[in-house]
T-cell receptor, first 118, second 109 residues
């Protein structure tokens, strides 16, 4: 089945630094990739929708200058958390659906990145 | 009001029990419906899509009632390995996945 590879799995960084998270669709083309954030004991909240070759669409309340998204190819999307602060510590996860799949097919998720900012 | 609402539980049931989870959604124009399973500190994994006609996959049965904007998941003969958080997910025409808070199931021996 479709696989989305997400790296890194976990990262600890100092406050003020930037962290890049990558998601690659390994065996399919992902025109659209979604980026989510999940705080402990809460559900996944959509941060932004990334479309190959165009600007990402951010959800209300998500700072686009802080969470930079790049979707330069049909198999790679990146999320960069700039000037990270402890409140950005969370579980970040991407998901994608294979191009051409029907609406009831469901989405494939990356394995997630646990970010801790100290 | 949240777009997708679930009872967070936890549901504590003995092995072999039958357990049902419910979910309601607010957007009547929603197009696709899913149940995902999420284990602790892991990514969600698709359990099953949900159709108006109802669908069954082994011990799992999902049902959608569009008129009531209600989705259900029934698990029969619960196993210890069923312990997880079950996420109700709805997709509007935009294709975005809207997640419920999740219902935690703990199956005990």
């Amino acid at each position: 089945g479709a696989v989305v590879s997400q790296h890194p799995s976990w990262v600890i960084c100092k406050s003020g630094t930037s962290v890049k998270i990558e998601c690659r669709s390994l065996d399919f083309q992902a025109t659209t990739m979604f980026w989510y954030r999940q705080f402990p004991k809460q559900s996944l909240m959509l941060m932004a929708t990334s479309n190959e070759g165009s600007k990402a669409t951010y959800e209300q309340g998500v700072e686009k200058d802080k969470f930079l998204i790049n979707h330069a190819s049909l198999t790679l999307s990146t999320l960069t958390v700039t000037s990270a602060h402890p409140e950005d510590s969370s579980f970040y996860i991407c998901s994608a659906r294979e191009r051409g799949q029907g609406k009831n097919y469901g989405y494939t998720f990356g394995s997630g990145t646990r970010l801790t900012v100290v | 009001r949240k777009e997708v609402e679930q009872d967070p539980g936890p549901f504590n049931v003995p092995e072999g029990a039958t357990v049902a989870f419910n979910c309601t959604y607010s957007n009547s124009a929603s197009q696709s419906f899913f149940w995902y399973r999420q284990d602790c500190r892991k990514e969600p994994k698709l359990l099953m899509s949900v159709y108006s006609s109802g669908n069954e996959d082994g011990r799992f049965t999902a049902q959608l009632n569009r008129a009531s904007q209600y989705i259900s998941l029934l698990i029969r003969d619960s196993k210890l390995s069923d312990s997880a958080t079950y996420l109700c997910v709805v997709t509007p025409w935009t294709g975005k996945l809207i997640f419920g808070q999740g219902t935690t199931l703990q199956v005990k021996p």
